[in-house]
């Protein structure tokens, strides 16, 4: 088990950008395959971007392509959310997520969890 607390969160206008941090406890934070999902008001969890443990192979959901890069630091045991261009639909609680499968893109495998971070865009 790895424990994760966000950080970054916070009310930005539509245009603006964010930077969120997740700190992760425990000696193994580069044996983890790290994520950051989201989940709106009436809206499911979604997984948003994820990176692999050396750092090398990235995911990221259509909506942000372009927008929002994940990356980490492994000697800090942190990863990071940059997030540009933010527009209202990008509003949510924003989790960070990991776990020790290779697969980026299968959110049901991540079975570590932060306490979630609000981001609010206003228009």
């Known amino acids: 088990q790895v424990q994760l607390v966000e950080s970054g969160g916070g009310l930005v206008q539509a245009g603006g950008s964010l930077r969120l941090s997740c700190a992760a406890s425990g000696r193994t934070f580069n044996s983890y395959t790290m994520a950051w999902f989201r989940q709106a008001p009436g809206k499911e969890r979604e997984l948003v971007v994820a990176?692999?443990?050396?750092?090398?192979?990235?995911y990221q959901t259509d909506s942000v392509k372009g927008r929002f890069t994940i990356s980490r630091d492994n000697a800090k045991s942190t990863v990071y959310l940059q997030m540009n261009s933010l527009k209202p639909e990008d509003t949510a609680v924003y989790y960070c997520a990991a776990k020790h499968g290779f697969r980026l893109w299968v959110s049901y495998e991540y079975d570590n969890w932060g306490q979630g971070t609000q981001v609010t865009v206003s228009s």
């Open positions: 990176i692999s443990q050396n750092g090398v192979s990235t």
